[in-house]
């Protein structure tokens, strides 16, 4: 099982990406947290959402792998290009750390600024 995904949907010419990552909540260990930004191809992210606690990083990439596996039946397919939101997703371990409610959807008024 996979730590992070990077899929991709093309519908008209609009491409839409997801990337996730799993990863605890600090280098110490702890709890586990899933963390997907959702938005348009070569743009900023416009959905930042945070998921957890998974307890272990095996009950953590279990839960990334259903996303992953729905997204795929959905239609989206592996992304070509390599990740280029994971400051984005950082970001929001940071925010988790610092005692940010998870579970919270953060969606950008402006997300090219």
């Known amino acids: ?24 909540l600090d280098e110490h260990g702890g709890p586990w947290y899933l963390l997907l930004a959702a938005g348009l191809d070569d743009c900023q992210p416009s959905f930042i959402h945070s998921q957890g606690p998974f307890y272990g990083a095996c009950a953590a990439r279990e839960g990334l792998a259903l996303i992953a596996a729905e997204l795929l039946r959905m239609g989206y397919g592996e992304a070509p290009a ?29 997300p090219e600024s």
């Open 82 to 110: 390599p990740p280029c939101w994971r400051l984005h997703l950082q970001a929001e371990l940071r925010r988790l750390a610092r005692g940010g409610g998870v579970g919270t959807e953060h969606r950008r008024s402006n």
């Open 1 to 24: 099982m996979s730590s992070h995904l990077c899929l991709e949907h093309r519908y008209a010419g609009v491409v839409t990406r997801i990337e996730g990552l799993a990863r605890p």
